[in-house]
């Protein structure tokens, strides 16, 4: 299961890293654009270093996929209006959430592909247990949590609401224990980013701000 | 391997701790949209289940990962392109 480290994938992993390390710090309001294409550079380099690291046999399913959800993605992007998009993407944030919750249900299934099972093969490896039980919870704390924000009318809310950084957070631990599930370093820099980041930003936004929001917290804490 | 993993993923966390205590008011939005769209990793999972999952109900979770992951790193770069034509939401 565990991809074979040569040279060609250590340094398409370190590339995409250090374009998920550089979108992160550099998501200020003028550079967004910027950091939104070094984001999906990042996702795009993983991506191709994943199909070369693997012996991918439904690729065309997984080209079908790939196309369906990123005209998915754009068709939702370019036709809600601009005062809804907080509520976009708190539910983009529990669609990958669910992706996650998916990833360990399909370890779960299937735990003799990703060679979570024992050497007997009998019952799945404690560790492979744990990192199952995280990606599920998290991924779905994250899914439930984007409902209900969407729920209460995540566009009416001023300013960032620590409910919404925390969601991110929680899918980004989702994708952090599926990284470990499947063994994949990319993931796991891409999921510890968002997860420490995002929960860092809610605890600062819940203690630091006392809960008004960063516009009303002056400068730093 | 696993060690390789386990410093990647820590290293990873403290840029994201560091990243996380030093957003400055009015930067909110662009961080999550960012956060967001890291999140749409789950998309490279679902390759990974689609290609190695023996079963097909494991490789229809892993295409329904690979979905949702394109959707929302497609939607969340829409979005950032759209936060950056004017000033933030509310």
Known sequence: M???LTLTIAIGWSLAAALFAVA???ARGDDLPRAAWAALAGMAVLGAVTVYGHDVMALPKICVAV???SGMGLALGRSVPRSALPALVAGLIGQAGLGAAFLGI???RNPHAFGLLDAAGDHILPEAAVEIALCVIFGALAAV???VLL???ASRQGGIGPAMALIAALAGWAVAASAFLLDNIGMAVAGGLAGSAGTTFALRLCVGAGRKGLADAGARP | MTLFLLISFLGACAIGLIVGWRVRPGEGWSRVV???MLGCAVAVGGVIV???AGSAAARSLGLLAIVAGCAGLCGGFIAARRLDEGAPPS
């Open chain 1, 24 to 26: 992160l710090w550099s």
């Open chain 1, 145 to 147: 949590g984007a409902v």
């Open chain 2, 50 to 52: 689609a290609a190695e």
């Open chain 1, 106 to 108: 399909a370890g779960l």
């Open chain 1, 2 to 4: 565990m991809e074979n």
């Open chain 1, 67 to 69: 196309l369906l959800g």
């Open chain 1, 151 to 153: 729920w209460r009318g």
């Open chain 2, 34 to 36: 960012i956060i967001q």
